[in-house]
């Protein structure tokens, strides 16, 4: 079965049947919704922190498709910033779809890449300090 009716309820409740028309800065990510990789793309208003729509997937074509409900244009020319995670799917649909756009990593995929190539690199210097050590050698 697919997503959960009950999001998709409860998310028209609180939208009350609004059309979206005047958004230019989203932020698009996702929320497994199952045990087994089963995610749900959200996309949110930014400005008016309000979450616009969600749906099942995040592949290429969910976002598309995502986008697409909620305004039936294939080109997003409003967009002037979109907040994502470094989702590669994510990234080559905003590319395709607003290519005006600014992409906007948010804090914690930017601190948790920055954390990676740092530990990254100290593990490289370390083994030269430990090889250096052992046989007093520098290369």
Same mark, same amino acid.
């Given at each position: 079965m697919g997503m959960k009716a009950n999001w998709k309820e409860a998310l028209w409740e609180t939208q009350g049947g609004e059309t979206f028309t005047d958004f230019k800065n989203v932020s698009l990510d996702e929320k497994a919704y199952t045990k087994g990789h089963k995610y749900a793309s959200i996309l949110i208003d930014s400005d008016k922190d309000y979450v616009m729509e969600l749906i099942e997937g995040r592949k290429e074509k969910n976002v598309k498709a995502l986008f697409f409900s909620i305004n039936s244009q294939e080109? @997003?020319? @409003?967009?002037?910033?979109?907040?994502?995670?470094?989702?590669?799917?994510y990234i080559n649909v905003i590319k395709e779809i607003a290519p005006q756009a600014i992409i906007v990593h948010d804090n914690f995929t930017y601190s948790k890449n920055y954390q990676k190539r740092l530990t990254k690199q100290g593990k490289k210097k370390w083994k030269k300090m430990i090889y250096y050590k052992t046989t007093n050698t520098l290369y």
């Open positions: 080109h @997003q020319a @409003q967009l002037e910033r979109v907040n994502i995670d470094m989702w590669k799917p």
